[in-house]
Nanobody, 119 residues
């Protein structure tokens, strides 16, 4: 049974930064590609960043909307994946989740962490 626990969200002003964390329990974490997703009110959940497994080089990919502002990383010793979010905009407001990179499958969703960008 895999458990995903996201943390680090909060209220931040436009232009500010937040660092989200996701703790993953259960599998051999380093073998799995991971992603950060977000879901804004009234919108579908979308993938914003992904990072490949250690064996695949830990390569990263980003949605155009966050490219150059967000950085995904992983700490395989801690079974954790992070999302550094800089230059935040109002449109980044959403609940953020971590999970497997979509082409690899999907675990049960965690509770997510709310990010609100507002003056």
């Amino acid at each position: 049974q895999v458990h995903l626990v996201e943390s680090g969200g909060g209220l931040v002003q436009p232009g500010g930064s937040l660092r989200l964390a996701c703790a993953v329990s259960g599998p051999i974490f380093r073998d799995y590609p991971m992603g950060w997703f977000r879901q804004a009110p009234g919108k579908q959940r979308e993938l914003v960043a992904s990072i490949s497994s250690v064996g695949s080089g830990g390569n990263t990919n980003y949605a155009d909307s966050v490219k150059g502002r967000f950085i995904i990383s992983r700490d395989n010793a801690k079974n954790a994946v992070y999302l550094q979010m800089n230059s935040l905009k109002a449109e980044d407001t959403a609940v953020y989740y971590c999970n497997l990179e979509p082409t690899f499958g999907r675990w049960s969703w965690g509770q997510g962490t709310q990010v609100t960008v507002s003056a």
